[in-house]
């Protein structure tokens, strides 16, 4: 009696029924299936993560309230808080604004998002599942999130050629940032009069008005993901070109003569 007595225990520690005695369920009837044990994202970046469970337990209609959990691995479900819940009497950890427990736990549907990854963010993740009368761990399916260095840079959107003294605008974009994390900063760095204009979400815009000194300077294109602390840069330098117009058709660059072609010139907006 004592040995099945510490079986059940080690079987069932965690999870809680409010069901007859009789009522024992195999592990098979208690399952999580994930697309796969192991997500990986860059810092600074989202990924979602799709998540399907099984039990015994069938929702009779949608009033019915079921609750869904994601804990750290090695959580405490009565004592630690959870990284995200539908539950909202249920407190979370200071994670919160990153990871939403984005499925609907009455229609079996436990899948995460998460935004804004950290560093820190990497490790074990299980889920839980509780009703009126019901609550489950699913500590046999956890998967392990693993949060990357970011390797994207920004992308500079630059024409080859600015002319002397001509107005010219330029693009930073990161395409690759992902729409549900906390928009990202822009700044510039140039020794080059600039003026910022209008940018969105993931692009800034400026207006570059060039002197010969700037040529082979550099601009610096600085992008800041405040959500996850982490900063990346892209440097391009700053081509000079200075148009001529007389019997040879030249361009002359900060760098000496070149022959320039009809097309080339009529391209440059002359």
Known sequence: MLLLLLWVCGWACGNDFLLPAESMFTDEEYKLELESSLVTVQEGLCVFVPCTFFNHFRVSNLDTTVFGYWFP????????????????NKKVQGTQSQFHLFGDP????????VRDAQR??????FFRME????????????????????????????????ELGHPSKVTCSVPWACKEGTPPMFSW???????????????????????????????????????????????????VTLLLFGQSRGVRRAGGWRHQTESQVTSAGR
């Open 106 to 113: 009455r229609i079996y549907d436990c899948s995460l998002h």
């Open 131 to 162: 009703t009126d009368t019901f609550k489950w761990n699913f500590h046999e399916n956890p998967f392990f999130l693993n949060v990357t260095a970011l390797s994207h840079t920004p992308n500079i959107d630059i024409p080859q050629r600015l």
């Open 73 to 88: 691995g090695g959580a405490n479900t009565d004592l630690d808080f959870p990284v995200a819940t539908n539950n909202p």
């Open 120 to 125: 820190s963010d990497s490790g074990y993740y």
């Open 189 to 239: 760095t140039s020794t080059a009069p600039i003026s910022l204009g209008p940018r969105t979400t993931f692009s800034s815009v400026l207006t570059l008005t060039p002197r010969l000194q700037d040529h082979g300077t550099n601009l610096i294109c600085q992008v800041t993901f405040p959500g996850a602390g982490v900063i990346v840069q892209k440097t391009v330098q700053i081509n």
